[in-house]
């Protein structure tokens, strides 16, 4: 056991190895337009509902890898419950001003300063195009301009295409996610979770 002056000594040290205190990061200032040229991202509104309906209905058959169903059966009552969740900052991607798909701020922890980029679609004809890869670049540098230093991506592990693309971002695979959740088909779900640093190097930094 220490001594009353030992420990003394030992806590002076402890108390003054202690870090400050660290800032929330600014959720507020996340939900804005982002991007002046192609992409764009606009908040979401119920307003853009017909033309992200067209544009959902564009790859009917790729919603069955993801949780959420926005395909024509399922668009309506998944599009109301986005826009009702106030946890999801969701936003419309504009090629000019064509709607060609949409995006989200999710999982939003200010205090730890981390947060989500997920609920991503892109109609098959915008793929490969390189817009993907500048919409997420878009999202990730107001995130840290936010005060935000940690994003995460989840993925489906069938999703190689995704996988590959935020790969192609700099963030990292941390490991998967094994039986992480349910999608709307009752499918259990390995979730692959990739994540990106506000230290980490990345192209074009």
Request: aromatic share 6%.
């Amino acid at each position: 056991m220490l001594s009353g002056k030992a420990s003394a000594r030992y806590g002076a040290a402890i108390m003054t190895t202690t870090p400050a205190p660290q800032p929330a990061a600014d959720r507020d200032r996340l939900h804005i337009p982002l991007g002046d040229g192609a992409p764009r991202l606009v908040p979401l509104l119920a307003g853009h509902g017909p033309a992200l309906q067209a544009a959902c209905a564009a790859d009917a058959d790729i919603w069955r890898i993801y949780p959420t169903d926005y395909g024509p059966d399922g668009f309506a009552a998944s599009f109301g419950a986005l826009l009702a969740n106030p946890t999801r900052l969701p936003f419309a991607i504009l090629d000019g001003d064509l709607l060609v798909g949409m995006t989200a701020y999710l999982r939003i922890e200010p205090a730890a300063q981390t947060l989500e980029i997920g609920n991503s679609y892109l109609r098959p004809d915008r793929r490969g195009t390189g817009l993907n890869g500048a919409m997420k670049r878009l999202m990730i540098d107001h995130a840290f301009a936010c005060g935000f230093r940690r994003i995460e991506f989840r993925i489906d592990a069938r999703n190689g295409r995704s996988q590959a693309a935020v790969g192609k971002l700099g963030a990292v695979r941390e490991g998967l996610l094994r039986a992480e959740r349910i999608t709307w088909t009752g499918h259990v779900r390995d979730t692959v979770l990739f994540s990106l640093l506000e230290s980490d190097p990345r192209p074009g930094r």
